[in-house]
């Protein structure tokens, strides 16, 4: 049966802001679900064996590498045989937690992911990447083009040489600003910008489930 896969990536728990915009989206989701908390239970970083493995002949190859292919074989499973895909990816430290790269490095695989001759098997299925971040990234902020989250997972989650999904993006801003008080001025930005991630979380839901 196809589903949605909801992978979890933030270290915050039920605090994080992503999360909690993702459970907007979750609220309107009707269907069955697999979440993968990243968060709570990270995916081991990919070593060499795990690389090695995905070369090697099955009967060969070592224990470690045998281990290494089925967590990679459970991962690409679990990736390809949902329908959609909803990703909270916070920003930590201008780019992503490095559980969620720990995850993508285990999926990404030539032969079963990506680099087919037909392109990707997930091609253009849709997939939301929820991205909270303390401050504002937008043109014409201090921090505009420091953003190095949503560039890199469009490239690697949306591109057709890599997975090939349909990718839709909220990114609530200004998540600091009702906790720092140099930042206080901007908690009404932050306010606009959190409630209509929710709104369109639950649109997103909606759409995604309608074009399946």
Do not use: C
Not at 82 to 88: E, G, N
Not at 94 to 120: C, E, I, R
Not at 163 to 177: F, I, N
Not at 193 to 210: I, M, N
């Amino acid at each position: 049966m196809s589903y949605l896969l909801h992978i979890d990536s933030s270290s915050l728990g039920a605090d994080s802001v992503s999360r909690q915009v993702a459970q907007s989206f979750r609220d309107s989701w009707r269907g069955p679900v697999v979440h993968r908390d990243l968060g709570a239970a990270p995916v081991p970083h990919l070593s060499a064996a795990g690389i090695a493995a995905r070369s090697a002949d099955q009967a060969a190859r070592t224990p470690e590498q045998a281990a290494a292919a089925a967590i990679q074989e459970e991962l690409i499973g679990e990736f390809l045989g949902a329908s959609a895909y909803l990703f909270t990816v916070p920003m930590y430290n201008y780019s992503m937690p490095s559980v969620f790269k720990a995850w993508l490095d285990q999926v990404m695989t030539v032969g079963a992911t990506m680099a087919l001759p037909d392109g990707p098997p997930a091609a253009g299925r849709p997939a939301l990447v929820v991205s909270a971040r303390g401050g504002g990234y937008g043109p014409g902020t201090p921090n505009h083009g420091m953003d190095h989250v949503i560039p890199t997972l469009e490239t690697v989650l949306g591109h057709q040489q890599t997975l090939g999904l349909d990718v839709r993006v909220l990114t609530p801003e200004l998540t600091l600003a009702p906790v720092v008080p140099a930042m206080s001025e901007l908690v009404p930005l932050h306010e606009a910008s959190l409630a209509d991630s929710h709104e369109q979380a639950r649109k997103l839901a909606e759409t995604f489930q309608a074009a399946l």
